[in-house]
């Protein structure tokens, strides 16, 4: 199985002083094409820190991650955004869309950073997302759920290998989330990689493989 | 916590650099204003100077010792054309007072006064500084040889050498006693006369004219003609930094509150929060204005410390020039007024979005507030529209629409006040090198009597020479209200031609052309009545024919023909004004006038004296004008600081999509665009509209000034915008990369 992402002996500690707390302890993990692995844990376990140190949004303390068999550490700020860009796409519970912006233009925003040629899959993925007729409004008159879409099409814009989902169902009803949780289902079957941190259980069941992240460990 | 020390800098930066421009306008402003009042404090300055022909002390004495309300009289002989030298410089123009016991009339600033000691002299200030001379050093005065240097003496009856460009020492009666034989009744042609309730010196001035009759009085000066005449030498430059200072202050008052009251509302669920633990309204406002208050003292006490301290040598210098002293300690009392006024602008600032705030529910507060997306004007659909980072930076700006309207207002004003202070630069610079801007058709003057005028006009590449008479006199109807006669044997305008503001030229030798200082002083008009009290003390009448707009001597000039002067003062003399041929190059006839005998100078609008006091006036606005530039990069940099603070969920996702720092650059660069671009448009129509009539209102009794906007000055404002967001961007990206993606993804806006 080609590894997409791993993290070998990664370690963070949060907080500082007497309320330092180490969230990730030693983790080993690995995440392989067409594979949708699913983390749950307890609030606060340390679980937005994986997905955020296996993208590259912030540093571990010690161990290090590969993306498509590039390492991350020691590279440059730019360098590691470059490599976000081409290899990883994320999709937030908030969503996180520019409010300025329609829900297509939010997509074609993130194609600015990416390889070229990546504004031609923006008309491709909003159709195929079946959010053409809502492609030009902009967030704050969109459902959550197809604000969800947008976001999901955001982070598949730039073709990348790897897709890293925090909580995509949290703020959606059950049938908006199905909807979400077969996008990113589809995306595996395209043969990326899908990682998501949830609390919902139909995700860890549609999950092909779930862990625990439980007092810095995975399980 | 890096973030927190980030707002933290950035507010007391702003605040530090509104105590900047205050600091530097608000010195400059004061030690300008009080400047005359120390001076004339300091120096025991009689209420009234008078000049008069050289002649016995006593029979002086007997005439003016019968005027009412006089607490005490001094003498001096006053002896001029006498040539002065040191440290390789020379005048021959210079003036000796020789001065008896009594009171000085002067300040001692360095060294002693004149004692016993023989060989001693006191040198002005203006001259030691021009010449270097301290203490101790020597100064060659014809007909008294070598004398040595006992102190440097600051007398206020007039501006300083060189600005004044009679160069003048003081040495003691004793002296010219052992040197010449004491004279039981000496000469004297200068009356320094203290009264004892100078709120009553109408009364004086009412009995001066008859009491002097008899007397060949030259000069009549009270302590209020001499301000005026320091006043004016300053002229509109001195007017123009107070306002400068009024729109440095406007602008930063502006910015401190606003950024005070956005880091207010930032904080509000921290408001909320001890609300909810028990805390009163009055207590939370109270600490959030103790927070503010703590960063913005230091930063305000700083700021305006280092303007006091860049403007001073500037000032100083300034001061020198107008024979003024500087505030000293004194200037402690505006800088802590002015400290007073930043701390209670910030503090106020925060005071009412606080208020506000804590009026809200707590659960409101703790929910934070968050930036509500714009409302939706119209809903787009179809195609998507170009969204650049440009645009969208843009975007992001005019998202919170007051702030975007306080900040290019604050811009806009700022950027128009320094296209003012550039027009003056560039009037400075025309007053000092083109005589046009006077209105002066003559390039050159040369030293001569009126028959060699002719002589002048054969040389080649000269049009036409004829002598130009000058003298300094006074309305007699107000012998306050000193003036200059400027005089050409026949047709004036053929050598300088004032525009005309109303009336006509002169035709006769009965009639005149006013300036429209003069005429809005002496309340003239085409058709009025002048009368002018000469250096022979009589009284010569002319019929006003026109009124025209000049700028020398700040409108107090007045044109006339040679004839009646010289009735009046057969030995009138001048130098030959010679105009040019159309083409004609001034450093080629200047040298054939030299073959022909004559040394020309050159005539710029100022004189060679003064070209040093322009330069130190530009230098001044141009320190206050840094000043204002420093003002819009704090504004600009805040205002972008607060866009990334409001937005620094959506600057997280784009860098968790790939954006790099140049694509961050590029969204800030929009940002300051969509501020900048305005600013730049609202400040050219400002200057053009408002500031510009306003200062051209202020010196429309000299001169009609070209204050329109240039296109060079337009460019050279834009490009210090474009200065200005450039750096903005740089570090407002530079502050942005540096805050971790995951941390700002979990922030509330």
């Known amino acids: 199985m080609t590894s997409l992402l791993r993290l070998r002996g990664l370690t963070k500690t949060v907080g500082s002083g007497r309320a330092a707390r180490r969230v990730l302890d030693d983790v080993d993990f690995e995440l392989g094409a067409g594979e949708l692995c699913a983390v749950v844990g307890p609030s606060g376990s340390g679980k937005s820190t994986l997905l955020h140190l296996a993208g590259g949004l912030d540093e571990s303390d010690a161990g290090d991650v590969s993306v498509a068999g590039q390492r991350l550490g020691g590279r440059s700020d730019p360098a590691l955004a470059r490599l976000r860009a081409q290899h990883v796409g994320f999709v937030f519970q908030a969503f996180h869309l520019v409010a300025e912006l329609s829900g297509e233009e939010n997509v074609r925003l993130a194609a600015r950073f990416g390889v070229p040629g990546a504004a031609r899959r923006v008309a491709a993925l909003i159709d195929a997302m079946d959010l053409r007729g809502v492609a030009g409004t902009r967030p704050a008159q969109l459902s959550g759920g197809e604000q969800q879409r947008f976001a999901v099409a955001r982070a598949l814009v730039n073709d990348p290998e790897l897709v890293l989902a925090d909580e995509p169902t949290g703020n959606l009803d059950a049938a908006a989330g199905a909807v979400v949780l077969d996008l990113l289902r589809a995306a595996t079957d395209a043969g990326r990689g899908v990682l998501v941190v949830t609390h919902d259980p139909a995700v860890t069941a549609r999950a092909d493989r779930v862990l625990t992240l439980r007092d810095g460990r995975l399980s | 916590m ?10 007391a930066a702003l605040t530090a650099a509104a105590g900047l421009a205050v600091g530097v306008a608000g010195s400059v402003g004061f030690a300008l204003a009080t400047g005359y009042d120390r001076a004339a404090q300091r120096s025991d300055q009689p209420d009234l100077l008078a000049r008069f022909a050289p002649g016995r002390l006593s029979a002086l004495d007997a005439r003016l010792r019968r ?23 020379s005048r021959r123009n210079g003036a000796v007072h020789v001065v008896r016991p009594g009171r000085r009339g002067y300040a001692i600033v360095a060294g002693r006064d004149l004692g016993e000691r023989p060989g001693e002299a006191l040198v002005e200030r203006g001259v030691a500084r021009e010449w270097g001379l301290e203490p101790g050093d020597r100064i060659d005065a014809r007909g008294l040889g070598r004398l040595r240097v006992a102190g440097i003496a600051l007398s206020v009856d007039n501006v300083a050498f060189p600005l004044a460009t009679v160069p003048r020492i003081y040495v003691a009666q004793a002296e010219i006693d052992r040197r010449f034989g004491a004279d039981p009744d000496p000469g004297a042609n200068l009356a320094l006369v203290w009264l004892a309730d100078p ?32 006043d004016q030498a300053a002229g509109i430059v001195i007017a123009l930094l107070a306002v400068f200072a009024l729109v440095a202050s406007a602008c930063a008052g502006a910015m401190l509150a606003a950024a005070a009251g956005a880091d207010v509302r930032r904080r509000a669920p921290v408001l909320g929060l001890q609300r909810a633990l028990g805390a009163t309204r009055r207590q939370v406002i109270a600490e959030q204005l103790l927070d503010v208050a703590v960063v913005a003292a230091p930063a305000a006490a700083l700021g305006l410390g280092v303007g006091a301290f860049a403007a001073a040598a500037p000032t100083s210098a300034l001061l020198g020039y107008l024979n003024e002293v500087g505030p000293g300690l004194a200037l402690l009392g505006p800088l802590a007024a002015a400290f007073a006024g930043l701390v209670a602008v910030v503090v106020a600032g925060a005071a009412w979005p606080a208020w506000q705030l804590t009026r809200r529910p707590v659960t409101s507060l703790l929910r934070g507030g968050d930036l509500p997306p714009a409302p939706a004007r119209r809903r787009t659909g179809g195609r998507a529209s170009s969204t650049g980072l440009l645009m969208l930076g843009a975007r992001f700006a005019l998202a919170r629409r007051g702030r975007w309207l306080a900040s290019v207002g604050v811009l806009a004003v700022a950027t128009a006040a320094v296209l003012l202070i550039l027009a003056v630069a560039d009037l400075l610079v025309s007053l000092r090198d083109d005589p046009g801007t006077l209105g002066r058709r003559y390039a050159l003057t040369v030293p001569g009597t009126a028959r060699d005028a002719a002589a002048v006009a054969r040389v080649p590449g000269v049009a036409a020479a004829a002598q130009r008479s000058t003298i300094e006199a006074a309305d007699s109807f107000s012998l306050t ?45 085409p058709g009025s009545l002048l009368a002018i009290q000469s250096a022979t003390g009589r009284e010569l009448r ?9 700028l020398e001597n700040d409108g107090r000039i007045v044109y006339a023909r040679t004839a009646p002067l010289l009735r009046d003062d057969p030995s009138l003399g001048g130098p030959i004004a010679v ?4 083409g004609a190059d001034r450093g080629e006839v200047t040298r054939r006038l030299a073959r022909a005998g004559f040394v020309g100078t050159p005539t710029g609008a100022a004189t060679l004296s003064s070209r040093s006091f322009l330069a130190v006036l530009a230098t001044v606005l141009r320190t206050v004008a840094l000043a204002i530039g420093l003002v819009c990069l ?33 969204l800030l660069a929009g940002a300051a665009g969509a501020i900048l671009l305005p600013a730049l448009v609202a400040a050219v129509m400002l200057q053009r509209f408002v500031l510009g009539p306003i200062v051209a209102g202020l ?32 570090l407002a990206t530079r502050s942005s990369i540096h805050q971790p993606i995951a941390a700002e993804l979990q922030r509330d806006a």
């Open chain 2, 2 to 11: 890096r973030g927190r020390r980030d707002r933290v800098l950035v507010a």
């Open chain 2, 67 to 89: 005027l009412p309300n006089v607490e005490r009289i001094v003498y001096r002989l006053e002896v001029n054309r006498i040539a002065l030298a040191a440290n390789g410089r």
């Open chain 2, 199 to 230: 709120d009553r010196l109408d009364i004086t001035l009412a009995a001066a004219r008859p009491a002097a009759f008899g007397l060949r009085t030259e000069q009549l000066l009270t302590r209020r003609g001499v301000q005026q005449v320091i």
């Open chain 2, 481 to 525: 209200q000193p003036l200059r006669v400027v005089a050409y044997p026949a047709d004036h305008v053929a050598f300088e031609a004032a525009p005309l503001a109303t009336g006509r030229r002169l035709r006769t030798a009965r009639e005149v052309e006013v300036g429209l200082g003069l005429a809005d002083a002496l309340g003239l008009r």
């Open chain 2, 542 to 550: 002319f019929r006003v024919a026109g009124v025209v707009r000049a």
């Open chain 2, 579 to 582: 105009r040019l041929e159309r």
């Open chain 2, 634 to 666: 704090a504004a600009v940099l805040q205002t972008l600081g607060l866009t990334t603070r409001d937005r620094r969920r959506s600057l997280a996702v784009l860098r968790a999509s790939g954006a790099r720092p140049r694509h961050l650059g590029a």
């Open chain 2, 699 to 730: 010196t429309a009794d000299y001169a009609t000034l070209p204050l329109g906007v240039r296109a060079l000055d337009g460019l050279v404002a834009g490009g210090g915008l474009a200065f200005v967001g450039m750096v903005a961007v740089v």
